[in-house]
């Protein structure tokens, strides 16, 4: 039917909730996290729901999906640049916009033909690139790419965002990170969706 997909992979599912409301439009759901805990909570809230076509798997990124392909593919992956604090739910493992470039490089082998990800995802504009130019540079040739930014924010504002959302009030921690991004000859910090749609029958479209 319409809008219906055989196989879904949601990448760091969290509590489920994004893996639970796309059950009804899959054959199959793969739930993947790096936190157990996540994973437990995602469980009971399946069968609270009765959902039953939803596999739940530990591990990081990539690593319990080998050799699967997907008709759709979400994420709200641990974005948040800098890895200064110690909350692994929004703190990307990567340096700088690491992980953009990983899930930008790695998600296109996971699409079927045709296959569609969505994810969240933040990188750097700096001195000598541009938002646009630095996320292009990272792009794989072989898919469409739609980049929608929903923000673009200073060091300060950024820095200052992200600890409030921690509840974290440090002005040490906020003078290293601070300096982290500086190092990095950081201007800007872009936040915004990603698309890929995966058609080799086409040439492949960049839009920015």
């Not at 296109?108 to 995802?121: D, M, R």
């Given at each position: 039917p319409e809008g219906y997909f055989d196989k879904v992979w949601d990448l760091g599912c969290g509590s489920g909730a994004v893996a639970i409301a796309?059950?009804?439009?899959?054959?199959?759901?793969?739930?993947?996290?790096?936190?157990?805990?996540?994973?437990?909570?995602a469980q009971k809230s399946a069968e609270a729901n009765s959902i039953n076509n939803i596999d739940l798997r530990?591990?990081?990124?990539?690593?319990p999906v080998v050799n699967e392909k997907f008709d759709l593919v979400v994420s709200n992956p641990p974005f948040?640049?800098?890895n200064i604090t110690s909350l692994e739910h929004r703190e990307s493992p990567f340096e700088s916009d690491g992980l953009?470039?990983?899930?930008?490089q790695?998600?296109?082998?996971?699409?079927?033909?045709?296959?569609?990800?969505?994810?969240?995802?933040?990188?750097?504009?700096t001195e000598t690139e541009s938002?646009?130019?630095?996320?292009?540079?990272?792009?794989?040739d072989d898919v469409h790419v739609w980049v929608a930014l929903r923000d673009?924010?200073?060091?300060?504002?950024?820095?200052?965002?992200?600890?409030?959302?921690?509840k974290i009030d440090d002005v040490a921690l906020k003078s290293i990170w601070k300096k982290k991004l500086q190092d990095w000859n950081t201007k800007h910090i872009a936040f915004g969706?990603?698309?890929?749609?995966?058609?080799?029958?086409?040439e492949p479209c960049h839009n920015l």
């Open positions: 796309l059950s009804k439009y899959a054959g199959k759901v793969i739930a993947t996290d790096i936190s157990k805990r996540a994973l437990e909570f530990f591990g990081s990124l990539f690593e948040v640049i800098g953009t470039r990983e899930l930008l790695r998600i296109p082998k996971h699409l079927n033909v045709s296959g569609i990800a969505i994810f969240l995802t933040a990188w750097l504009e938002w646009q130019d630095r996320i292009e540079q990272m792009l794989p673009l924010q200073t060091v300060d504002q950024y820095v200052e965002t992200w600890l409030a959302d921690a969706f990603v698309l890929i749609q995966k058609d080799m029958s086409v």
